[in-house]
C-alpha cells in the first residue's frame, strides 16, 4: 500500500516536473514578450507627437528587456530547482523505503508510513526547494565570512616600509606609546573597509603583519599619509 | 571590543616582545598573549581576547 501511494506520489511530481519545464520552454518564446513589443509598436506608430513617441518606444524596449531578463533567470533557475525538488524527494523517500524495509511493522505502522508520504509530497514543493537554496546560499555565506574572519585573524609578520614606520611609531625603546596607539585605534575604526569600521581590529594586528584577506598594506599607506595622525615618513 | 584570537606568525626575535607588548596596549588588552617558537628561528604570537559573540559577521570571531 506504501508503495502504491509512493508511485502515484512519484507520477504526480513527473508530472509536475514535466509540466514546469515546458513552462520554461514557452515563456521565452510566449505571451509576454511579444505582447509588449506589440504594444510598444503600437504607442510609437500613431501620430503622436516625436518625442512621447520616442518615450513610448524606449518604454516598450526597457519592458521587454525586462521580460527577456526575467525569462532568461527563470530558465537558468529552474534546473537548479528541479535538482533541489527531486534531492529533497529522494532523502524522505530513503527515509520511508528503509523504514519498510528494516522496521518491524509494529515498530513503522501505517500512521507513520502516511505522515512520511504527506513528506515526500512536501519535498517536491517548489517553495520547499526555493528555501532550501536559500538556505544553502546563507549557510555557505556563513562559512565564507568565518573563513575571512580567520584570514584576518591569522597574519604573517610584515617588515615591509610602512609597517616598519607604523612600528616604530608606535614602539620605541622598550615601550608603547599609548597615546598613538588609542588616536590609531580609532582612526582604524573611522575607515570604510567592513572588518574595520567600528570593529576596533586591535592596530597591534595592523601594523605587525600581514594578511591577503586584509590587504593591509595600502591601508597602511593610508595611515602614513594622513595628516591627522602626523606619521613621519 | 575585539574578539575571538589574533595570531601572528614568523616574528622575528628582536621583534617579539614588541608585538607582545603592542599587543597588550590595546583597549581592552588582550585576556591572553603568548608567543611560541616555531622551530625555524621565528616565533608566533598569539592574543586572546574574549570569544566573539555567535553570528558575529564583520567582527573578527573566535576561532
Request: charged share 20%; hydrophobic share 35%.
Amino acid at each position: 500500500m506504501v508503495y502504491g501511494k509512493m508511485q502515484v506520489l512519484e507520477d504526480d511530481f513527473l508530472d509536475f516536473e514535466r509540466s514546469l519545464n515546458s513552462a520554461g520552454n514557452y515563456v521565452s518564446v510566449g505571451s509576454d514578450l511579444p505582447v509588449l513589443v506589440l504594444s510598444g509598436l503600437a504607442a510609437t506608430t500613431g501620430g503622436a507627437a516625436t518625442k512621447s513617441a520616442l518615450a513610448a518606444a524606449s518604454a516598450g524596449i526597457v519592458g521587454a528587456q525586462g521580460v527577456v531578463n526575467k525569462d532568461l533567470y527563470y530558465q537558468k533557475t529552474l534546473p537548479a530547482l528541479i535538482s533541489q525538488m527531486q534531492a529533497n524527494r529522494e532523502r524522505v523517500r530513503l527515509r520511508i523505503i528503509q523504514n519498510l524495509i528494516q522496521q518491524p511493522d509494529g515498530a513503522y505502522p501505517l500512521n507513520s508510513a502516511e505522515i512520511d508520504l504527506k513528506r515526500l509530497e512536501e519535498a517536491g514543493s517548489l517553495v520547499n526547494a526555493v528555501n532550501d537554496i536559500s538556505q544553502q546560499a546563507t549557510t555557505q555565506k556563513k562559512g565564507t565570512e568565518q573563513q575571512i574572519q580567520q584570514q584576518l585573524r591569522s597574519l604573517t609578520f610584515s617588515s615591509s616600509d610602512t609597517a616598519t614606520k607604523l612600528q616604530a611609531w608606535l614602539y620605541s625603546k622598550g615601550n608603547v606609546d599609548q597615546g598613538r596607539y588609542d588616536a590609531l585605534q580609532a582612526w582604524l575604526n573611522r575607515q570604510p573597509e567592513s572588518f574595520l569600521k567600528n570593529q576596533d581590529y586591535p592596530p597591534a594586528a595592523f601594523v605587525s603583519g600581514d594578511t591577503d584577506a586584509a590587504n593591509l598594506e595600502p591601508i597602511r599607506e593610508r595611515a602614513l599619509n594622513d595628516p591627522t595622525l602626523g606619521i613621519p615618513h | 571590543m575585539p574578539c575571538g584570537t589574533f595570531t601572528v606568525k614568523k616574528v622575528p626575535k628582536g621583534k617579539v616582545q614588541q608585538t607582545i607588548a603592542l599587543f597588550k596596549a590595546n583597549k581592552p588588552p588582550p585576556t591572553n598573549v603568548s608567543s611560541t617558537p616555531d622551530g625555524s628561528g621565528t616565533f608566533t604570537v598569539v592574543a586572546e581576547f574574549p570569544p566573539c559573540p555567535p553570528d558575529t559577521s564583520h567582527d573578527p570571531g573566535g576561532d
